[in-house]
């Protein structure tokens, strides 16, 4: 059982490409979600999805757009990479989008951006 | 001040102490959580609870909402438990993260 799986693990950009990070989840949860964690802070929320055909924002989404192509499916891009967005990205899921669920995380994506 | 405050930032242990991490929040929850993130790992959850105590192995979840705290004690530590070990407390739909303790445990 996979659980959360994201992709990729390491990416260096430049300021001003373009990216996108993947995650995928096998365990039929209605709700994903994108978390950026940064030194000396704790995990902060990019995006989540609820259920399939929605998005919202979160605490931090500037520069961030998300796709959630289908149940499993939940993608955030990078349109313009800035250094500011250097961090580790988790992805994560949890059935219902109520956080008394338990919350599954992904391995976890580092993203530089020089 | 953060919603979510942890104590202490960081611990060293010797192999078998008795560990004690300690979260205190300032909003009304509907839960919290105790997660755990090994070094260039993903984040596991280990505990999620909205009263009492709960027990999974040699690790102790605790909880009192009137006093808005929460403790998570690890008995007979191991190197393998080194790790930080991050509250979260829930507000409805969203989670609010504290900074994270980490902890080392030494042979």
């Known amino acids: 059982n996979a659980g959360v799986t994201q992709t990729p693990k390491f990416q260096v950009l430049k300021t001003g490409q373009s990216m996108t990070l993947q995650c995928a989840q096998d365990?039929?949860?209605?709700?994903m979600y994108w978390y950026r964690q940064d030194p000396g802070m704790g995990l902060r929320l990019i995006y989540y999805s609820a259920s399939e055909g929605t998005t919202d924002k979160g605490e931090v989404p500037n520069g961030y757009n998300v796709s959630r192509l289908n149940k499993r499916e939940f993608s955030l891009r990078l349109e313009s990479a800035a250094p500011s967005q250097t961090s580790v990205y988790f992805c994560a899921s949890s059935e219902h989008l109520d956080s008394g669920n338990t919350i599954y995380f992904g391995e976890g994506s580092w993203l530089t951006v020089v | 001040k953060n919603e979510v405050e942890q104590s202490p930032q960081n611990l060293t242990a010797q192999e078998g102490e008795f560990i004690t991490i300690n979260c205190s929040y300032s909003v009304g929850i509907s839960a919290l959580h105790w997660l755990q993130q090994h070094p260039g790992g993903g984040i596991v959850s280990l505990f999620m609870l909205s009263s009492g105590k709960k027990k999974h192995g040699r690790l102790i979840a605790t909880i009192n909402i009137q006093e808005k705290h929460s403790s998570l004690h690890i008995t007979a530590s191991h190197p393998r438990d080194s790790a930080v070990y991050i509250c979260a407390v829930s507000l409805t739909w969203k989670l609010i993260f504290g900074t994270g303790t980490r902890l080392q445990v030494f042979p």
């Open positions: 365990m039929n949860h209605n709700s």
